[in-house]
């Protein structure tokens, strides 16, 4: 069973940084995607950046240019990474590291889920 665990939110003002981790457990072999949702009250969730096991990355249009996405997997533990500046506020939400074997997409129904770790972006 393959555990997500996220750390890396908090609160921050406009035109600030943060960087996101997720760290992966639980697998014999590493998942073929890798990606970062978010979600906020009143909105659907929004499929942030996929990165797969080549190293392909998609973006969603409204973070393209101030986020990037990266993975680091090193003596078996994967370690994904979400690279955000120039915050605005409408980039607060909770982010969700996931992942599948099977699929990749941010608009693909992934398998694996972490808890959320919460971005808040003040003006």
């Known amino acids: 069973q393959v555990r997500l665990v996220e750390s890396g939110g908090g609160s921050v003002q406009a035109g600030g940084s943060l960087r996101l981790s997720c760290t992966a457990s639980g697998y014999a072999v590493s998942p073929y995607c890798m990606a970062w949702f978010r979600h906020s009250p009143g909105k659907e969730r929004e499929g942030v950046a996929t990165?797969?096991?080549?190293?392909?990355?998609?973006?969603a249009d409204s973070v393209k240019g101030r986020f990037t996405i990266s993975k680091n997997n090193a003596k078996n533990t994967l370690t994904l990474y979400l690279q955000m500046n120039s915050l605005k506020p409408e980039d607060t939400a909770m982010y969700y590291c996931?992942?599948?074997?099977?699929?990749?997409?941010?608009?693909?129904?992934?398998?694996?889920w972490g808890q959320g770790t919460q971005v808040t972006v003040s003006s």
């Open positions: 996931a992942a599948s074997f099977l699929r990749c997409g941010r608009n693909a129904q992934l398998d694996y």
């Open positions: 990165i797969t096991t080549y190293g392909g990355t998609t973006y």
